[in-house]
């Protein structure tokens, strides 16, 4: 079980820092991902990280601004969002799989989500 939070109203050029916490498996044994999802849009990823190839992925639109980590002893996940912008606005999703023979970039399907936590952006 992955249970998100962190999600908040915020101004341009704001941060926040979303948390997922895992439950019943060990998050540094699995890839990790956090997926945005834009109103009327399709659901993308935004940060990975796969542990079994050392790939790390940003999607374009996030490079420089947002950083994905993690906390073994707590079993968390984190995304730290710098520099917000009205685009990223939207719900966040994180995501493990078990594939870590894969690029995280490549996993369409993860086997565990989030239930997702808003984020606005907004003046």
């Known amino acids: 079980q992955l249970v998100e939070s962190g999600g908040d109203l915020a101004q341009p050029g704001g941060s926040l820092i979303l948390s997922c916490a895992a439950s019943g498996f060990p998050l540094e044994d699995f890839v990790i991902g956090w997926f945005h999802q834009a109103p009327k849009k399709a659901r993308e990823v935004v940060a990975c990280?796969?542990?079994?190839?050392?790939?790390?992925y940003y999607a374009d639109s996030v490079k420089g601004r947002f950083t994905i980590s993690t906390d073994s002893a707590k079993n968390t996940m984190y995304l730290q969002m710098n520099g917000l912008k009205s685009e990223d606005t939207g719900a966040y999703y994180c995501?493990?799989?078990?594939?870590?023979?894969?690029?995280?970039?490549?996993?369409?399907?993860?086997?565990?989500w989030g239930q997702g936590t808003q984020v606005t952006v907004s003046s």
């Open positions: 990280f796969s542990k079994g190839t050392g790939n790390t």
């Open positions: 995501a493990a799989d078990h594939r870590t023979v894969l690029d995280c970039n490549i996993i369409l399907f993860y086997d565990y």
